[in-house]
C-alpha cells in the first residue's frame, strides 16, 4: 500500500508538470500541441477539471484562428 500511495503521489508530480507544459505552450501560441498534449493527459485523467477546462480554452483559441 506505501508503494501505492507513492507512485499515486509521483504521478500527481509529474501530471503537474505536464500541465504546466501546457500552459507554457497555450502562452507560446503553440495551441494545436498544447491540446495534443492535453488530450493524451486527459485519457489518464479522465475527471480532471482542470484539464477539461483547459481543453475548452485551447480548443476556443483554435477556433479563433
Given at each position: 500500500?506505501?508503494?501505492?500511495?507513492?507512485?499515486?503521489?509521483?504521478?500527481?508530480?509529474?501530471?503537474?508538470?505536464?500541465?504546466?507544459?501546457?500552459?507554457?505552450?497555450?502562452?507560446?501560441?503553440?495551441?494545436?500541441?498544447?491540446?495534443?498534449?492535453?488530450?493524451?493527459?486527459?485519457?489518464?485523467?479522465?475527471?480532471?477539471?482542470?484539464?477539461?477546462?483547459?481543453?475548452?480554452?485551447?480548443a476556443e483559441n483554435l477556433g479563433n484562428k
Amino acid at each position: 500500500k506505501e508503494e501505492s500511495a507513492q507512485a499515486v503521489g509521483e504521478f500527481q508530480v509529474l501530471a503537474r508538470q505536464i500541465k504546466a507544459k501546457v500552459y507554457a505552450l497555450m502562452e507560446a501560441g503553440q495551441y494545436a500541441a498544447a491540446l495534443g498534449v492535453t488530450e493524451q493527459l486527459l485519457t489518464l485523467l479522465p475527471g480532471d477539471g482542470e484539464l477539461q477546462d483547459l481543453r475548452e480554452k485551447i480548443a476556443e483559441n483554435l477556433g479563433n484562428k
